[in-house]
């Protein structure tokens, strides 16, 4: 097995020269990248220790944190489903966390106090700059598949942004009601620039989607239509236009049925790589303050990607 369980918390450490002092919670947890891209940059930064997966089951996250405090663990990563559970269990949480409703980093302080941040969306802004060079709140903005935790994180980040243009659409139509009321509230408490008041819901069925999409810059995907080789694009991708960024967070396959149409009509495209690699890069920074060794990290993806 590549991971640990609860049970197996007090072992962690047995046979192994380098103590474990980073994780990855999930349910699963066995397919988690995540310590493909954190111990190359450990080991870039000569610090003397491991990253390991921990299975966590459902219920079970306050319990897992505590007992992984006690066994040396100090940084951890929160993949599906924990993220919501982890906020509940922080003691404190950041604020653009608390607004996408999931924690995906969490530190412990000395005395074991857990504080949780959301690394997503900050991660999707490095993305955004690495991939197109442009900065996300200059962007008009639709995300396809707003109601989902990538999507919702994402349009928050939207908002903190200023984006002059936010468009939310989701299959389920309900989800995105109060995700508006909610990002409304924090574009007037936090008296941010941008959508505030005029951010737009709509279906995936809804006739005005083309239209949104035409007068849209970024066209982000957080649909999980694409994880399949043989999926179609989540919108009819003939409405892609040579004007367009179109940034996928699905990185495998690298190239989805989007991308792919999407890049022949001319416009600029992008999987979800740099996402993934940068919501690492922003955890570690939480971890060690100091920068993070971007291109070891990057680096560890590819190389196992590859194989
Ligand atoms: N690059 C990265 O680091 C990264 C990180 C996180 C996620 N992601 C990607 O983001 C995507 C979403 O992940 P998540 O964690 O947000 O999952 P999630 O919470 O389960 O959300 C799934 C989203 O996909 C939509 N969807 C699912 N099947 C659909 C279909 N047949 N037609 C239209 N919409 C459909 C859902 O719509 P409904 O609300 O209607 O169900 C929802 O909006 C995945 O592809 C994942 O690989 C990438």
């Given at each position: 097995m590549n991971y640990f369980t609860l049970d197996q918390l007090s072992e962690i450490?047995?046979?192994?020269d380098h103590p474990a002092k980073f994780a990855v919670i999930g349910?699963?947890?066995?397919?988690?990248?995540s310590p493909q891209l954190h111990q190359p940059a450990l080991n870039e930064l000569k610090l003397d220790c491991r990253y390991i997966r921990v299975e966590v089951p459902e219920g079970q996250v306050n319990e897992a944190l505590e007992k992984m405090y006690a066994a040396g663990i100090r940084g951890i990563n929160v993949t599906v489903p924990h993220k919501l559970e982890a906020l509940e269990a922080c003691h404190q949480v950041d604020p653009a966390a608390s607004s996408m409703g999931a924690v995906n980093t969490i530190v412990f302080n000395a005395a074991g106090q857990r504080t949780g941040f959301n690394t997503d969306g900050p991660g999707f802004v490095r993305a955004i700059r690495e991939e197109f060079?442009?900065?996300?709140?200059d962007l008009r903005v639709i995300i396809i598949g707003a109601g989902g935790g990538a999507g919702r994180a994402i349009a928050t980040q939207c908002a903190l942004e200023g984006c002059p243009q936010l468009i939310l659409a989701n299959r389920?139509?309900?989800?995105?009601t109060p995700m508006r009321e909610e990002l409304t509230r924090l574009a007037q408490s936090e008296k941010l620039e941008g959508p505030r008041d005029r951010i737009e819901i709509h279906s995936l069925?809804?006739?005005i989607l083309e239209e949104a999409i035409g007068a849209s810059e970024l066209i982000i995907n957080t649909t999980?239509?694409?994880?399949?080789?043989?999926d179609p694009a989540?919108?009819?991708?003939?409405?892609?236009?040579?004007h367009h960024l179109v940034y996928d967070t699905?990185?495998?396959?690298?190239?989805t049925h989007l991308l792919r149409d999407a890049e022949s009509q001319g416009a600029r495209i992008a999987n979800g790589l740099s996402l993934l690699l940068h919501q690492g890069t922003l955890s570690l920074e939480h971890w060690l303050n100091k920068d993070a060794p971007v291109d070891a990290m990057r680096q560890g993806l590819l190389d196992f990607l590859k194989a």
């Open positions: 450490n047995s046979g192994h349910d699963p947890v066995a397919h988690s990248l060079g442009m900065d996300l709140g389920t139509l309900e989800k995105l069925d809804d006739p999980s239509v694409g994880l399949k080789s043989s989540p919108f009819p991708s003939h409405w892609v236009e040579p699905i990185y495998n396959p690298s190239r």
